[in-house]
């Protein structure tokens, strides 16, 4: 029994290193799936309900989407039965992000993250709250919902700013924070054309990312400084960024920001007129974006690389349908139930 518990620890501490702070969320995976057995074999349900959150987060950024939502709803269920509200938080945004990776409009991405923000909240759980808001303006940006993206990256900023101010104990997490929410407000800036905004943002990002390693982080923020410096019409200065984003995004793995960082290379190709490099670009991003094959699959992935390829008359890659066979049935789970937080 000890030795179970101590293994517990060490899977769980290790699985952590590899994909919170370390970027390697595909190490972590198969950690998380020891970890569950690990817990299971004791009967430890509240570990397990604090494993599974994360398990569906490194799932998720490692391109499988179908077992993150099955594991993201497990892990729902498992956090309500032990009253783990800040895990069941965590949870609901990475279930929501999920969802709206997925391309999902029918509002339910909405409904996790606002409990989440409820709850944390009422927890008092700060950081959360701005990771929250971080992710919400992702959405609305994807949506092209641009007044709601940016209240929302405005939000994750305040939010970041006042952590920062209330000497949390764990100053990694600050600027994880930090970094997450003025990436966010970067891109919000760049899209609506304030292109001075953005590049201070992005300066602040990369500055301070490079403090702790925050591969998380460092790969969309250069994905960003990429795309601006491509509407600026410095391709020369885009692809340098480009560069950086390589052998990032596959040692993770993160083939979801491996895809956005080839749909901008593509977007680069089809300017200049460099028509099989252009292809090549956009074929790799839908390979990418592509995961388990829709629905399970990054929706805005798939539509930014077939913009390219329907501009060049091209078919894209023929890739394995989605096969819900190989799959155990997700769980039906509430996201939003009737009770302290319901809204």
């Known amino acids: 029994m000890e030795k179970t518990e101590n293994r517990i620890f060490a899977l769980q501490a290790l699985s952590h290193s590899y994909n919170m702070i370390g970027g390697y969320p595909g190490k ?20 397990m309900a604090e494993g599974l959150a994360n398990f569906g987060k490194g799932l998720r950024q490692s391109g499988n989407f179908r077992e993150a939502e099955a594991m993201g709803m497990r892990g729902l269920v498992m956090q309500r039965e032990v009253g783990n509200r800040l895990k069941e938080a965590i949870n609901l945004y990475w279930v929501g992000m999920g969802l709206a990776h997925r391309g999902v409009d029918d509002g339910r991405p909405e409904i996790a993250m606002n409990r989440a923000i ?36 405005e939000k994750a900023w305040d939010s970041a700013v006042a952590l920062e101010k209330s000497n949390h104990h764990n100053l990694n997490e600050v600027v994880m924070v930090l970094c997450a929410s003025a990436r966010m407000c970067a891109e919000v800036a760049m899209h609506a054309g304030n292109y001075e905004l953005a590049e201070s943002k992005l300066n602040f990002v990369m500055q301070r990312c490079k403090d702790i390693d925050f591969v998380e982080e460092i790969l969309p923020a250069l994905r960003v400084w990429a795309e601006l410096e491509r509407k600026r019409g410095d391709t020369e200065s885009a692809r340098i960024y480009l560069r950086q984003t390589w052998s990032l995004a596959e040692r993770g793995p993160f083939p979801l ?12 190709e089809l300017g200049e007129g460099n028509r099989e490099a252009a292809i090549e670009a956009a074929n790799t991003a839908y390979r990418l974006a592509w995961c388990d094959g829709p629905p399970y699959a990054y929706q805005r992935g798939l539509d930014e690389a077939l913009e390219v390829l329907n501009a060049l008359d091209q078919a894209p890659p023929d890739l394995p349908a989605y096969d819900n066979s190989r799959y155990s049935p997700i769980a039906d789970v509430a996201l939003n139930p009737q009770d302290e937080f319901f809204s």
């Not at 700060?126 to 949506?143: C, E, G, K, M, P």
């Open 118 to 153: 409820r709850i944390c909240e009422s927890l008092l759980a700060d950081r959360s709250i701005a990771i929250v808001n971080s992710f919400l303006a992702q959405h609305y940006l994807w949506l092209g919902q641009p007044e709601s993206a940016l209240e929302y990256a």
């Open 257 to 268: 920001y491996n895809s956005d960082s080839y749909n901008t290379l593509a977007r680069i």
């Open 28 to 47: 972590a995976v198969p950690l998380y799936k020891l970890h569950v057995e690990q817990c299971e074999a004791v009967d430890d349900r509240e570990k």
